[in-house]
């Protein structure tokens, strides 16, 4: 009798640890998986914002405000009131800025779009 329930609890232990080796290793599998998952997401998903950073980088527009004229300004200012005075500069000047104005429009419409985009891939 001592033998069978020897033998019985022998059969019941090993059954136990091996079971915890499986559930262990499944569970380490099934981890692996949801890692491999998420890292594939998150890839997906900063490469879709690094394109966005990338089209707001090229939608920036330098102004004139930006732009110094140095240190010697008052050596510049003849310069100034010539290109003031031509009108021929202004009007190629006021098209530009319009054409600016309309493809900064576009941009931004097409950025809302991504950002819309992103915001339904995210929630």
């Given at each position: 009798m001592r033998d069978t329930m020897a033998q019985t609890r022998f059969d019941s232990i090993s059954k136990y640890s091996n079971d915890s080796l499986l559930v262990r290793g499944n569970?380490?599998?099934?981890?692996?998986?949801?890692?491999?998952?998420?890292?594939?997401?998150?890839m997906s998903r900063?490469?879709?914002?690094?394109?966005?950073?990338?089209?707001?980088?090229t939608a920036r527009?330098?102004?004139?405000?930006?732009?110094?004229l140095g240190e010697d300004a008052s050596k510049?200012?003849?310069?100034?009131?010539?290109?003031?005075?031509?009108e021929d500069i202004t009007l190629l000047w006021s098209t530009a800025m319009a054409k600016t104005i309309n493809g900064e429009a576009?941009?931004?419409a097409r950025v809302?779009?991504?950002?819309?985009?992103?915001?339904?891939?995210?929630?």
């Open positions: 569970e380490i599998a099934s981890l692996k998986r949801r890692v491999k998952k998420l890292e594939k997401k998150n900063t490469h879709e914002l690094k394109r966005l950073y990338k089209v707001g980088l527009v330098e102004s004139s405000d930006e732009e110094s510049q200012e003849r310069r100034i009131d010539a290109i003031d005075q031509d576009q941009i931004h809302d779009g991504k950002k819309d985009k992103l915001r339904k891939v995210l929630a």
